[in-house]
Each structure stands twice: as C-alpha cells, then as structure tokens.
C-alpha cells in the first residue's frame, strides 16, 4: 500500500506541481484524496489513465521522469485490498484522485 499512496502522491506532485492529501470517513468507508493544482488529464483520455505505460503527452517524455507505470501499479494495489481508485479533473485545473476502502 506504501508503494501506491507513493506512486499517487509523486504523480501528483510531480505533473500536478504540488498537491494535497486529506483523510476522511464517508458512509462506512475511509476515502483518501490527492488533489493537485496541474493541467489534470484531457477528458477523453482519463479512461486510459489507468493503462500501463499512459503519458497524457507522449512528447514530454524526456521532460519528465517515469515509464507511466505509477497509475497503473497503484490502481492493481489499492484493488488487491479490496479498495477503489477514481480520478477526475478538478474544477479550476488540476486533478483529483480519491481512493476508498470499506472499514469493515
């Protein structure tokens, strides 16, 4: 789980230029949120986020550092223990990653 909440918040800092990270209990369930100020990801691809080696650009690969593995790999962790991930971009810019865990 270390290596997912790293993998997210990295992410986040990283293309998001900084974020932050809230705790809160929602309906019986824990939900964390990532939420960074960046360009978040054009709409018709946030479906694709998921999916190894995504790059919203492609071109700035050398820019930035990363395979586009982090979401992928976070996605598969957070599932393992029986959590969800969900991305949408944010109001006014930026990203919003929310992860839930049942505290059952």
């Known amino acids: ?3 997912a ?3 997210l918040i990295v ?11 809230s705790l809160s209990g929602r309906g019986g369930q824990a ?3 990532i939420v960074d100020r960046g360009p978040g990801i054009p709409p018709d691809l946030l479906n694709k986020a998921f999916e190894p080696f995504f790059r919203v650009d492609p071109a700035r ?6 395979a586009g593995l982090g979401l992928a790999i976070a996605k598969e962790i957070i599932e393992r223990y029986g959590g969800t991930i969900t991305l949408e971009n944010r109001q ?3 990203l919003v990653q929310t992860i839930s865990f049942s505290r059952e």
Do not use: D, E, F, S
Request: charged share 15%.
């Open 1 to 3: 789980m270390r290596r």
């Open 5 to 7: 909440l790293r993998n």
């Open 11 to 21: 992410n986040a800092a990283t293309h998001g230029k900084n974020c932050t990270v």
């Open 31 to 33: 939900v964390l949120t």
């Open 61 to 66: 690969t050398q820019l930035i550092p990363g």
């Open 92 to 94: 006014g810019g930026g």
